[in-house]
C-alpha cells in the first residue's frame, strides 16, 4: 500500500513538472527574447546617435576650429581691407585647400562684398566654380549680416548638389577684437569621402541616403530610427536637420543582429536547461520517495562529514547557553584545537561580540554577517572573524538554540588591502604619461603645431611618454618576481639632468595656459648617476601638484642647485599651502589634506611613491608650505662631477 502511494504521488509530481515546464518554456521566449529586442533597439539608437555626434563634431570641431585659427588672424583682418595680394599668393593658393580639404573658401567684407573667394574639385584637384547658391545663401542670409564680433555658424546646409558642411566666422583681429570687417566661410561637401570618413571613426557600416520628401517631423536638430530588421542585419536611420531646421542629410547605418542571436542561443539553452533540469528534480525527487529511508541514514552521514569537515567554524549552542557541537575548524578559529565543549564554550563566550549574536539569535533574530576581531585565548593574536548566527526551531515556533557560523577573514581583508593598494598605485603612476600622450596626440590629430620642428617635438614627447608606461609595465613584471621587501628597481645612468627638466616643464606648459613657469638652472654642467624615467616620475608628480594645488594659475618656479656633494631640486607653487600637521602627514600612502568633495581628485599616493623613489637613489625629499603662502617641494640626489 505504501510502495502504491509513492507511485501515485511520483505521478502527479511529474506531471506538475511537465506542465511547468512548458509554460516557462513559452512564457521564456517571450520574455528573455523580448528584452533582447530591447538591448538590441538600444544599441543601434546609440550607434546613430554616435554618428550625429560625429557628423556635429565634422562642423564644429574640425571645421570650426579651423576657420577660427584663419579668421581670427591680424593678416587676414589687414587683407579684408586692404586687400594685399601678398596674402592670398602666401595662403590661398591652390594646395593650401588641397591640404585643409576645403571645397571652398570665402572672404566678404562687412557690406556684403564678396572680397575673395576660390573653390576646389578635392577629387581631380583642379580649380571649380564658386557655387551659386552658396553665394546666394551667404548674401542673402540675414542673420549673417551685418556680420557680429559673436558670431559662430557650424552645420549643414543643403543645396540642389547636395549637403555642405559650412563654418562662418567674423573677421577679428588676433586677440579677438572688433569691430568685425567681415566674414570668412569655409566649406566642404558632405560627399562620400566624409560619409567613409565618418564610417571609420565610428567604425559602424553607414552609408548615405537619398534625399527624397519623406521627412518625419523633427523637434529637435536630429531624429533616429530602426526601420528595418531580418535575420542577419538590423538597419537604423538618422535624420539631421541643416543650420535653418530644414531637412539636411540622411543617413543609415547597418549593424549584425548580434545581440538578437544571443538572445534566441540564450532562450534555447535556457529551455534545454530547464528541461534538464526539470528531469533530473525528478529522478531525484523519485529517489527521495522510494528510497526514502537510505536517503536519510546517508544524510545524516553527510551531515556528519560536512560538519566536522567544513572550513567555515560551526557551533550548535542550546537554548541554556551551553555548547552542544563545535567542529574542528571552529575549534580553530578560536584559539582552542582539539579541544573539549568546556574549553570550546568558554572561548565561544569570551567573544563579547559574539555573545551578543548568540542572545540575539536565542530571541528568535536571525543575525549576520557581523565581523569582530577576536582576541584568540591562549595565543595572544588577533583574528578578524565574520559571523552568521541563526535560531534552531525545531518546532517551527520558539527557539531552542542557535546556530553560529564563523568566517575567518584575517587573510583576505590582508588580501583585499594590498590589492587596493597595488591597484591605486598603478593608477596613479600611469595617469600621467597616459594623460600627456592622450594630450599630445589629440594635438597632432588636429594638426596644431606650426612646423615640422614643433611636430616631431610632440612626437618625441609621446615617445617619451610610452617609454615611461613601458618603463612602469616592465616594473610591474620584476615587482611579480621580487621578494615581499617591495624593492624598487633602479636603472641607472650617468647623465645630466637639465635637459630632462626643461622637457617635463615644457609638456606642462602645453597642458597649462594658467600658470607661468620659471626655471632656475646652474651655469656650470652638472651631473647625477640615476635613473632617468624615476626621476622624471619624480618631478612629474611634484609639477603635477604644484598644477593642481594652485588652480587659480601664478608662477610655478622649477630650481636646480648645487648643495654641498648633493643636487636639490625644487618646485614651488603660488597655491594654498597646507597646514602643519598637513605637511608632516603628505607622504603617507592614501593620505590627502583635503577629503572634501570639492577638493582636487587623487588617491594620495603620488608624493609616497616619489618618497620611495628619491629614498631609494640615497636622496631625501621633503616639503615647506605654511597656509595662503604656497608650497615648495625639494628633494636631493648624490652628485658627481660631470664627465669631460
Known sequence: MKRIFQKKLLLVVLAVLIVLNGVVVSGSHLIILDRFLQLEQQGVEKNLLRVANAVQDAAEVHLGVLCRDWSVWDDTYAYIQDHNQAYVKSNLVDDTLIDLSLNAILYFNDQGELVFGKAMDLDEEVLAPLPAELLDYLTQHDRLWPPRQTLALDGLVRFSQGPMLLSIRPILTSEGEGPARGLLVMARWFDHDVVADLATRTALTLSSQPFDDVWPEIQRDIYLQVTSRDEQNVRGEIFINDLDGNPGVRLAITMNRDVYQQGRDTVTLFQIGFFAVSLIFGVVLYILIVLGRQRRFLAERQFSQAFEHATDGLLVINDSRRLTLINPAAQQMLGCPKCDLFQGEQACLSQSALTALIDAGLKGDTVGPTEFTAAVPFQGTLQ????????????????????????????????????????????????????????????????????????????????????????????????????????????????DPCENIRQIVDSFRVETQRHQFVVSLPQAPVAITADRHRVGQVLDNLLSNAVKYSPDGGVVTVSLERDDADLKFCVTDQGGGMAAVQVARAFEKFYRADNSETAVRGMGLGLNIAKEIVEAHGGRIWLESTPGSGTRACFTLPCIDPPR
Not at 534552531?392 to 590582508?414: C, F, R, S, W, Y
Not at 588591502?417 to 595617469?431: G, Q, S, T
Not at 597632432?444 to 606650426?450: A, M, S
Open 384 to 495: 578578524e572573524l565574520r559571523a552568521y548566527v541563526a535560531p534552531l526551531k525545531p518546532d517551527g515556533e520558539n527557539p531552542h538554540g542557535v546556530i553560529v557560523t564563523l568566517q575567518d577573514m584575517t587573510q583576505v581583508k590582508a588580501l583585499e588591502h594590498l590589492k587596493d593598494e597595488f591597484i591605486a598605485a598603478v593608477a596613479h603612476e600611469m595617469n600621467t604619461p597616459l594623460s600627456i600622450v592622450s594630450g599630445y596626440a589629440d594635438l597632432l590629430v588636429n594638426r596644431e603645431y606650426e612646423s615640422e620642428g614643433e611636430f616631431r617635438e610632440f612626437v618625441g614627447l609621446i615617445q617619451e611618454k610610452a617609454q615611461t608606461l613601458e618603463k612602469i609595465v616592465n616594473d610591474l613584471l620584476q615587482l611579480n618576481k621580487a621578494n615581499a621587501d617591495r624593492k624598487v628597481f633602479l636603472e641607472k645612468e650617468t647623465y
